[in-house]
């Protein structure tokens, strides 16, 4: 059963718009929303989190936004850059020392 | 933040064997976990490595295939046995010092021939 519905799988961006990585999930236990970045041969990098008594976290050109009612939350990168060309994981986790459960991924590409 | 090493940074392996994979982190941390990630594709958690008592495995993982040791707050390993070519894998070690943030090491990317 997967908990956390990532999409879209992949996604191509032209330099300086803005990409959206959506994110669904089903445990209403659940209350912490970290963003993942992952570059090719490199482990995941912790980007951005969000906690649900929040609608939104902006962090310089990296917004989530979260909507509680629709157990939904989105990842927005603005200006994209082929910097930030990388696969992407949205993640869920209950409270205390419980574990993440991962989305599948997006696997984003910025065109220069 | 932690930053989280791991040893070796890949291996080709011949089945049947067993590869031990160390994963070092710089500061004291109460959570590390245990991840297995085929190339393009999610994280899934192999198992909770807990200081001081037995590991905690998900479901589809055992401690025979996949014994993990947690002497002190800063490091553990993985031990992969008797490999087969579905192990080909690569296997993340991740720790946190509070209950909510996780860090990632760079991987072990494992090829069983």
């Known amino acids: 059963q997967q908990q956390v519905k990532q999409s879209p799988q992949s996604l191509i961006v032209q330099k300086g718009g803005i990409s959206i990585i959506n994110c669904a999930y089903e445990n209403t236990a659940f209350d912490y929303f970290p963003w993942y970045q992952q570059f090719p041969g490199k482990g995941p990098a912790l980007l951005i989190a969000i906690r649900p008594d929040v609608s939104e976290k902006k962090e310089g050109r990296f917004t989530i936004s979260f909507n509680k009612s629709a157990k939904q939350f989105s990842l927005h990168i603005m200006d994209s850059q082929p910097g930030d060309s990388a696969t992407y994981f949205c993640?869920?986790?209950?409270?205390?020392?419980?574990?993440?459960?991962f989305g599948k991924g997006t696997m984003l590409l910025v065109s220069p | 933040s932690a930053v989280i090493s791991q040893k070796p940074s890949r291996d080709i392996c011949q089945r049947g064997t067993s590869l031990t994979i160390q994963c070092q982190v710089d500061?004291?941390?109460?959570?590390m976990f245990w991840y297995r990630q085929q190339p393009g594709q999610s994280l899934t958690l192999i198992a909770t490595a807990n200081q001081g008592s037995e590991a905690t495995y998900e479901s589809g993982f055992v401690i025979d295939k996949f014994p993990i040791s947690r002497p002190n707050l800063t490091f553990s390993t993985l031990t992969v046995s008797n490999m087969s070519p579905e192990d080909s894998s690569i296997y993340l070690c991740?720790?946190?010092?509070?209950?909510?943030?996780?860090?990632f090491g760079p991987g072990t990317r494992l090829l069983v021939l």
């Open positions: 991740s720790g946190g010092g509070g209950p909510e943030t996780q860090y």
């Open positions: 993640a869920a986790k209950g409270s205390g020392y419980s574990t993440l459960t």
């Open positions: 500061s004291q941390v109460t959570m």
